[in-house]
């Protein structure tokens, strides 16, 4: 019954989000579409700030690098060591509700916040946070990003982040090295965080391919640096539960039905609409030709600063 409540608590909180952003809107009705938008983006960011404060872990990833791998892994492994229902995701406070023990856990894209603080160079918010930076190689973010885009984005979605219409014809190639919401986009966030993480109190950066190559040894130092150490068998357990043969199978039952569109096909009979579509590091090469990749490779190794280990020098 307890989760039934949080669950309720959450949808109360979605709801007065989409409120105050139609209340917004309708005041703006004579503005621009694009003073609209920024208005909203200010909004959005607002909401973001003040969750921030109240967080005391920040997991912070770019779209499409993993996030929501990690959130049922952690999910799982809370479940085990306080006995928390199957069908809960972990969501900001809703574990930390039904046990305190659990950290108020916030996770971001961090798209907004520098919208509301007017410092999209900084993150002096998140300096006396305990911070995990979750990244993934930005050339697969990118191809991911695409699908997201083109299967699951909302058109709203797609036009206050500076995405391309929906049905517009642009290539995987395009997206990727022309659009705004391409690989400049995602190394440009990688950057900003590799000048500011050494100014953060607490930081754990954690790659996507080191949790994909070694998943328990890096999910048990995740969950120290959490101050939520776990035994080596519920590490295990969690481990398994959120294999990508297994969070298939969940998304196309609907496990987590009550946290949303989080785990959930766009189109059931779409693989590339799923939110676990492939999981494959480097799975970018697939969708081009070698002189293309050549681009891609060169456009990665002479923007991205050598702090996160994907440029050819690493």
Do not use: C
Not at 31 to 49: F, M, N, T, V
Not at 91 to 118: K, V
Not at 225 to 235: D, Y
Not at 253 to 267: E, Y
């Amino acid at each position: 019954m307890s989760h039934l409540l949080h669950s309720g608590t959450q949808a109360l909180h979605s709801f007065r989000k989409i409120v105050s952003r139609r209340l917004l809107r309708t005041l703006m009705f004579f503005q621009s579409e694009e003073r609209k938008l920024l208005a909203e983006r200010r909004l959005r960011g607002r909401e973001q700030y003040r969750r921030l404060q109240k967080a005391d872990v920040a997991v912070v990833s770019f779209g499409k690098s993993g996030r929501t791998w990690l959130r049922v892994m952690l999910s799982r492994l809370y479940q085990q060591m306080h006995g928390l229902p199957e069908r809960s995701m972990l969501s900001f406070d809703n574990f930390h509700r039904m046990n305190r023990a659990i950290p108020r856990i916030f996770f971001t894209h961090d798209t907004y916040i520098g919208d509301y603080t007017g410092q999209k160079e900084s993150k002096a918010p998140f300096y006396d946070k305990k911070v995990v930076l979750l990244v993934r190689d930005p050339r697969d973010v990118a191809v991911s990003q695409f699908f997201q885009w083109k299967h699951r984005m909302k058109e709203h979605k797609r036009a206050i982040n500076k995405y391309p219409k929906g049905g517009a014809d642009v290539s995987v190639f395009d997206f990727v090295m022309e659009s705004d919401a391409g690989l400049v986009w995602v190394i440009d966030f990688l950057n900003v965080w590799a000048r500011e993480a050494g100014k953060i109190d607490q930081f754990f950066l954690l790659r996507y391919e080191d949790l994909k190559s070694r998943p328990q040894e890096m999910l048990k130092k995740l969950a120290e640096f959490m101050g939520t150490p776990a035994t080596e068998e519920q590490i295990r357990e969690a481990v398994e539960f959120s294999s990508y043969e297994n969070m298939k199978k969940m998304e196309a039952k609907n496990t987590f039905w009550l946290s949303g569109g989080r785990l959930a096909p766009g189109d059931r009979s779409n693989p590339d609409s799923y939110k676990v579509r492939r999981a494959k590091v480097g799975g970018y090469r697939d969708y081009f030709d070698d002189q293309q990749v050549e681009q891609i490779e060169e456009l990665v190794s002479a923007r991205l600063l050598p702090f996160f280990g994907y440029t050819r020098a690493e």
